[in-house]
């Protein structure tokens, strides 16, 4: 079990099972939203329990039809990733209490990040999306 909360703790939820990837996004709502990049837990939705605050948490779309929704704390602020789209939860792993056990095997959507900032580590890249089995 890997848990996780906001900043003023209004928010709490709780992972099970184990996460299929950690790692490094840098969409251009994912840099806006935590800054050159956001670290993402990603897994099966049906793992995700929101355990505390369901009603504290706000969703922001920055464009129509856009495929995930950005969730914060209202009262903190605290970026919660996507959470629970479709099959798939997009947790930030800023907002974990607990050592999700797993850690960063690539980067994805390294086509949009800022021409300043240089990768400098091994992962895999992607410039979009990863193939689903990555």
Same mark, same amino acid.
């Given at each position: 079990?890997?848990?996780?909360?906001?900043?003023?703790?209004?928010?709490?939820?709780?992972?099970?099972? /184990?996460?299929?990837?950690?790692?490094? %996004?840098?969409? $251009?709502?994912?840099?806006? &939203?935590? +800054?050159?990049?956001?670290? =993402?837990?990603?897994?099966?939705?049906?793992?995700?329990?929101?355990?505390?605050?369901?009603?504290?948490?706000?969703?922001?779309?920055?464009?129509?039809?856009?495929?995930? /929704?950005?969730?914060?704390?209202?009262? %903190?602020?605290? $970026?919660?990733?996507?959470? &629970?789209? +479709?099959?798939?939860?997009? =947790?930030?792993?800023?907002?974990?209490?607990?050592?999700?056990?797993?850690?960063?095997?690539?980067?994805?959507?390294?086509?949009?990040?800022?021409?300043?900032?240089?990768?400098?580590?091994?992962?895999?890249?992607?410039?979009?999306?990863?193939?689903?089995?990555?």
């Amino acid at each position: 079990m890997i848990k996780g909360s906001c900043l003023c703790g209004k928010v709490a939820f709780e992972i099970s099972g /184990e996460p299929s990837s950690l790692s490094y %996004c840098h969409c $251009s709502r994912c840099r806006k &939203a935590a +800054g050159i990049f956001s670290a =993402v837990l990603i897994g099966k939705a049906a793992d995700l329990k929101i355990t505390q605050g369901q009603d504290a948490i706000s969703k922001f779309s920055p464009e129509s039809g856009a495929k995930f /929704e950005r969730c914060f704390c209202k009262e %903190c602020g605290t $970026s919660l990733g996507d959470m &629970a789209t +479709g099959d798939i939860y997009v =947790v930030a792993v800023s907002a974990l209490d607990d050592d999700p056990k797993i850690r960063p095997t690539f980067h994805m959507h390294t086509a949009s990040k800022p021409d300043w900032y240089e990768i400098v580590d091994d992962l895999k890249k992607f410039e979009g999306d990863p193939a689903p089995d990555t």
